[in-house]
């Protein structure tokens, strides 16, 4: 038994690999999954809202539990009032995005490129900029009442500016030399701005799409809340109104997974995919 001891013990004996405590390795195969990752952190946040509901800490006309919310869901969900309401979310915010990219990619380029009309258009658009979304609701109400229209253009107004932006910062980011080499192989102005200029300022116009639609979603809620006559912002300020406090949660929450899904599906990817196409741009070109 000695013997065997110190043969283990011996110098050329490989060790045996220690395993690690069954809680880690079931933490570890816990968080490589997607769902709980996603859905992981919600967790506490739950709980905590669900204890301080029974605790009793403020009225029931003031804070109500999850339970309550789940009930609500179900109940909008029987009479046919959160589909409703989403649906006319969604188009105002599809309406509002489609004008407010055909409108600030376009023109965040052409400032990007032309020198005169930066010096024309930079300062009204640093003074737009400055100026709130909601600031505009008293006169588009005046203009267009309470219409499709008045969202459609505050969602607009929230967008182009955030975008044009993103646009010239991402144009300033290509680098000249790419720009020189590609003309001094005889590539036109097109040419140039399609395969070096387009593809250089996709990074930055995608950063600026995102944080555009997510300026936007929010414009969305603040405008049906002040001139909407549907949708979620109206459905959290009709239930402020009637002291329906579920309701407002549900509307927050529905808000907030919404824009997640978005991000997570088509905006976070459309992101990373531009970032990565620039980043083998650059690798490419330190590599020449």
Do not use: C, H
Not at 14 to 36: D, G, K, T, Y
């Amino acid at each position: 038994m000695t013997a065997t001891r110190e043969r283990n013990a011996s110098p050329g004996a490989r060790p045996r690999p220690r395993r690690a405590p069954l809680a880690r390795r079931f933490w570890a195969r816990l968080s490589r999954n997607s769902a709980f990752r996603t859905l992981g952190p919600f967790v506490p946040v739950v709980a905590l809202w669900w204890l301080v509901a029974e605790a009793g800490v403020f009225p029931d006309a003031f804070f109500v539990g999850p339970d309550r919310v789940v009930a609500e869901v179900g109940d909008l969900l029987r009479k046919g009032i959160l589909p409703g309401y989403l649906s006319d979310s969604l188009t105002r915010l599809g309406y509002g995005v489609g004008f407010g990219l055909l409108i600030g990619l376009p023109m965040g380029f052409l400032t990007a490129m032309s020198l005169r009309v930066r010096k024309a258009v930079w300062p009204i658009l640093l003074f737009f900029q400055a100026i709130a979304d909601i600031a505009w609701l008293p006169i588009v109400i005046v203009w267009f009442g309470f219409s499709l229209t008045s969202v459609t253009f505050v969602i607009v107004y929230t967008i182009v500016f955030p975008l044009m932006l993103s646009v010239v910062a991402g144009v300033e980011q290509v680098p000249g030399e790419l720009v020189r080499a590609a003309r001094s192989l005889g590539a036109g102005r097109v040419r140039v701005f399609v395969e070096v200029i387009l593809p250089g300022a996709l990074p930055a116009v995608a950063s600026g799409v995102r944080t555009g639609l997510g300026y936007g979603w929010r414009a969305l809620v603040a405008a049906e809340i002040i001139v909407g006559t549907s949708g979620i912002g109206f459905m959290m300020f009709d239930a402020r109104r009637v002291g329906d406090v579920s309701q407002v949660f549900l509307g927050m929450i529905v808000l907030g997974v919404l824009w997640y899904m978005l991000d997570a599906l088509i905006l976070a990817p459309f992101e990373k995919a531009t970032v990565e196409r620039w980043g083998m741009v650059r690798s490419m070109e330190g590599d020449g």
